[in-house]
T-cell receptor, first 115, second 115 residues
Framework: DTAVSQTPKYLVTQMGNDKSIKCEQN?????MYWYKQDSKKFLKIMFSYNNKELIINETVPNRFSPKSPDKAHLNLHINSLELGDSAVYFC??????????????FGPGTRLTVL | AQSVTQPDIHITVSEGASLELRCNYSYGATPYLFWYVQSPGQGLQLLLKYFSGDTLVQGIKGFEAEFKRSQSSFNLRKPSVHWSDAAEYFCAVGARPRAGNMLTFGGGTRLMVKP
């Protein structure tokens, strides 16, 4: 059973289009994240949701809108796609409750290519 | 704010040789430290983590890392490298729970293994 899954694995689209990436975790975690990995492999956090509430928003353009319908899902919608949005997007999850730090589990990534 | 530096962008070692990947961090409190590995086209897999206690931590696939507070380092080691270890390695520092369990990654080190 896959712990953190993402769909689609690959996404190729034209500039200006709107697209969504979906993420699901079956680990029972209460916190989910989106990370962006650029062409130089640099990984940077974009958003984090805890119990469906946004808790981290790292100066991401407002064309990016995360949505968490429930604790097990965190989707990423991107409007008006630009060439610079081409990257690999990783979803992750962890357990935030308990007052201690808990490791994050990552999905396989979605490679987005904007033409 | 926390930061992570991995000074070596690329490292090439011969199969069977020992390996050390360097990681330096900057964080104002006791850090939560991680090493992740990313094989080509894959997601991130946790190799090992340091939260507290023994400064030498053992991980999967024969890896270990040593936390040295005086040097702000968390270097990854393996006594004998296998060809399947060729991958990208990321060091990361985790913020405390009140900051939303955020991971900050280093720029990564690409490991190549010569036969």
């Amino acid at each position: 059973d896959t712990a953190v899954s993402q769909t689609p694995k690959y996404l190729v689209t034209q500039m200006g289009n709107d697209k969504s990436i979906k993420c699901e975790q079956n680990l029972g975690h209460d916190t989910m994240y989106w990370y962006k990995q650029d062409s130089k492999k640099f990984l940077k956090i974009m958003f984090s949701y805890n119990n469906k509430e946004l808790i981290i928003n790292e100066t991401v353009p407002n064309r990016f809108s995360p949505k968490s319908p429930d604790k097990a899902h965190l989707n990423l919608h991107i409007n008006s796609l630009e060439l610079g949005d081409s990257a690999v997007y990783f979803c992750a999850s962890s357990r935030l409750a308990g007052g201690t730090y808990n490791e994050q589990f990552f999905g396989p990534g979605t490679r987005l290519t904007v033409l | 704010a926390q930061s992570v530096t991995q000074p070596d962008i690329h490292i090439t070692v011969s199969e069977g040789a020992s390996l050390e990947l360097r990681c330096n961090y900057s964080y104002g409190a006791t850090p939560y430290l991680f090493w992740y590995v990313q094989s080509p086209g894959q997601g991130l897999q946790l190799l090992l983590k340091y939260f507290s206690g023994d400064t030498l931590v053992q991980g999967i696939k024969g890896f270990e890392a040593e936390f040295k507070r005086s040097q702000s380092s968390f270097n990854l080691r393996k006594p004998s490298v296998h060809w399947s270890d060729a991958a990208e390695y990321f060091c990361a520092v985790g913020a405390r729970p009140r900051a939303g369990n955020m991971l900050t990654f280093g720029g990564g080190t690409r490991l190549m293994v010569k036969p």
